[in-house]
């Protein structure tokens, strides 16, 4: 099977239940962000925009765990917000598991080993040995941290992990090859700690999805050659998106980086495009997202959006429309589903009912379309997506490692010119990237990288303003 057994068949005793007894709308995936604290800034994500005022904030565990059972979706999506940087994420999986939920850590990998780490700490043993050495010897851990491993004390024994489970996946955030992920996380060298992070979970046995955006300076050729490449890291399934155009972030990519939104964002001609090739990847890749949505980013179909399937459920509480979109936030799941008027919303028969939703494609509005859909032709390509063999893995070739690691964005960026600024002001004084040869990551420097961050954006201002003064 493309999928596991266990999950596939509980979506769809779950989507059968629901349609047995006529419930006119309910929740496949719960989007859930117990926070919006990130320690990136990437560029076409609006939730650090959106929700600027409320970064600090996150939702208590127990709420959390209520908001999960009150919409009752199998399926809950951890996100933010960076949801590794909650206080109490393993508890949080684990009452989400409690309850019987399959659950996507939606992440960008910057945390992962350190969560694992802490995971082989807590339940280190003879049996852990062996994949510990060998992580060791592919500089995954060091030999510092294998010592710390073996010699935890009771306190870290004691500590809730997030440990390998069929029923849950690292969901890890990748756009695309070195280069132009880092470009549009705004930080050199996440790249290398996502594959990373992704290999030492594929040793220690968990199950790793990735998750990519797809946004108008995307190079289908060069996800192809993604896809390639995390299928030979074994990674376990893939979801892939359009880029939604976020109100907030197209202010700030005015505001913060001097560019224009539409050569960021994608239309819907443009969506159809890019996603020319989706099917063939399908067959290629375990693609998660129904055949029935392919066809769709395809263009060979049109579909209408079934936002409702998807709530999402954050610090403000249930918001709505969508994800993408807000024009509300409510106290329970029921009051927002009654109260939406959910007409006003999507695109129909090529015309948008709300500007807004002109070029959306997500697929959190219409991939529970094409599951949802009770055609005999859409019923049976679901079915046959899901129940075919997985894809066999690509092999790993220095071609493709050479077209992986394709340079990083360093002098490139979109905060290079403020790099730039900031030499001329030092009068040619080595940064400390310079000096060291690589982009330091070590965790624990979101807080040094966030003021480093704001302090570059700062002096490429004041720079701005004496070379105009000096002209």
């Known amino acids: 099977m ?17 349609k047995l007894r006529g419930t006119p709308k309910f929740a496949m995936v719960l989007q859930l962000e117990p926070l919006h604290t990130c320690n990136l800034t990437c560029t076409g994500c609006g939730r650090i925009r959106e ?18 059972a009150e919409c009752n979706a ?13 206080p109490k994420i393993e508890e949080l999986v684990a009452g989400l598991r409690e309850q019987g939920r399959i659950i996507y850590i939606c992440t960008n990998g910057m945390f992962m080993r350190k969560k694992m780490r802490e995971y082989l700490a807590a339940h280190y043993g003879p049996a852990l040995e062996k994949p510990l050495k060998r992580l060791v010897e592919e500089s995954l851990v ?5 010592e710390t491993i073996r010699s935890a004390d009771a306190a870290a024994r004691k500590k809730i992990t997030i440990g390998p489970s069929k029923w849950h996946y690292w969901n890890v955030h990748v756009d695309g090859l070195e280069f132009t992920h880092d470009l549009i996380v705004e930080r050199e060298g996440v790249f290398k700690e996502c594959v990373a992070a992704i290999k030492m979970a594929k040793i220690l046995g968990y199950q790793v999805a990735t998750n990519t955006t797809v946004y108008r300076e995307t190079d289908p050729g060069e996800l192809e050659d993604m896809f390639k490449f995390l299928s030979s890291l074994g990674c376990d399934g893939h979801t892939i998106s359009p880029g939604y155009d976020y109100d907030a972030a ?7 980086l001097g560019r224009d939104p539409k050569e960021f964002f994608l239309t819907r001609e443009f969506t159809r495009l890019k996603f020319k090739d989706i099917e063939r990847w399908g067959q290629m890749f375990s693609i998660f997202g129904t ?47 009654t109260k939406v008027d959910w007409e006003k919303y999507g695109v129909v028969d090529g015309v948008a009912r709300d500007p807004r939703c002109e070029n959306c494609m997500v697929h959190c509005g219409y991939d529970p379309s094409g599951a949802l859909s009770t055609k005999p032709r859409d019923t049976w390509l679901n079915f046959k997506y899901n129940f075919l063999p997985r894809p066999t893995p690509f092999t790993a070739s220095p071609q493709l490692e050479k077209a992986v690691y394709n340079g990083v964005s ?9 790099k730039a600024a900031v030499g001329r002001e030092l009068g040619g004084a080595k940064s400390v990237y310079q000096r060291n040869g690589h982009h330091d990551h070590a965790e624990g420097d979101d807080t040094v990288a966030t003021a480093q961050r704001d302090d570059l954006l700062s002096k490429i201002r004041e720079t701005t303003k004496a070379e105009v003064k000096s002209k």
């Open 291 to 337: 055949p029935v949505y392919q066809e769709f980013l395809a263009g060979k179909r049109e579909l209408t959006c079934t936002a409702w399937a998807i709530p999402t459920f954050n610090v403000r509480g249930w918001k709505a429309p969508c994800y993408l979109m807000t024009d509300g936030h409510y106290p329970t799941y029921h009051e927002m589903l």
């Open 2 to 18: 493309r999928f596991p057994l266990a999950l596939t068949a509980k979506i769809a005793k779950h989507i059968v239940g629901h």
């Open 410 to 418: 360093i002098g490139k960026g979109h905060l290079a010119e403020a």
């Open 250 to 256: 197209k202010k700030d990519m005015v505001k913060r």
């Open 142 to 146: 060091t030999e510092k941290e294998a």
């Open 74 to 86: 199998p399926m809950v999506s951890v996100c933010g917000g960076e949801p590794l940087i909650y």
């Open 51 to 68: 929700y600027s005022t409320s970064l600090k904030d996150m939702v208590p565990l127990e709420q959390c765990l209520a908001a999960a």
